[in-house]
T-cell receptor
């Protein structure tokens, strides 16, 4: 099993550009999550999907959209990137119907200039 | 708002000694407290968790203790080894959402040979 995979690993965008971060898991997990990690701030939840077909806002959803394409895939879209969105983005999944026992991907390092 | 404070931000211990990291949470209704380990360039990995109906949990060299009255929980690592060097994060589950964790800012643990 590959676990949780994320693409791309690195990305540089100019202000105003758009992009989609891809995430997939092969563990048949129900819930999936998108986090951002900034220095000295721990992780902050952007969006989550409790199950296929549902998505909900987390702590910092502004400037982002998500799609739970199917049970395996959960994508994060930045419609108009801003320098404040420079961060490391992590996708995670959990076999439970709650944020227990999350499995994280390797992350995407995004820089917006 | 709800928050989790984590101390210290950096901890340096001699190989073979014990390490203790402490977290304090604000919401007395939180009932799930995980600890994640993040190695350089990787996503966080769950190492141990505890629920509010248990005071202590052990897994080999790792233990977590919970004091609900004082609203704090701690990670204990005994007989530290070089591979324990990493950043450790604590978290608490929000009482109004089973899908949202509030994360501490992280502790960088350095094991000196």
């Amino acid at each position: 099993n590959a676990g949780v995979t994320q693409t791309p690993k690195f990305q540089v965008l100019k202000t105003g550009q758009s992009m989609t971060l891809q995430c997939a898991q092969d563990m048949n997990h129900n819930s999936m999550y998108w986090y951002r990690q900034d220095p000295g701030m721990g992780l902050r939840l952007i969006y989550y999907s409790a199950s296929e077909g549902t998505t909900d806002k987390g702590e910092v959803p502004n400037g982002y959209n998500v799609s739970r394409l199917n049970k395996r895939e959960f994508s994060l879209r930045l419609e108009s990137a801003a320098p404040s969105q420079t961060s490391v983005y992590f996708c995670a999944s959990s076999p439970s119907s709650a944020a227990y026992e999350q499995y994280f991907g390797p992350g995407t390092r995004l820089t917006v200039t | 708002g709800e928050n989790v404070e984590q101390h210290p931000s950096t901890l340096s211990v001699q190989e073979g000694d014990s390490a203790v990291i402490k977290c304090t949470y604000s919401d007395s209704a939180s009932n799930y407290f995980p600890w994640y380990k993040q190695e350089l360039g990787k996503g966080p990995q769950l190492i141990i968790d505890i629920r509010s109906n248990v005071g202590e949990k052990k897994d080999q060299r790792i233990a977590v203790t919970l004091n609900k009255t004082a609203k704090h929980f701690s990670l204990h690592i005994t007989e530290t080894q070089p591979e324990d060097s990493a950043v450790y994060f604590c978290a608490a589950l929000r009482r109004d959402s089973n899908y949202q964790l509030i994360w501490g800012a992280g502790t960088k643990l350095i094991i000196k040979p």
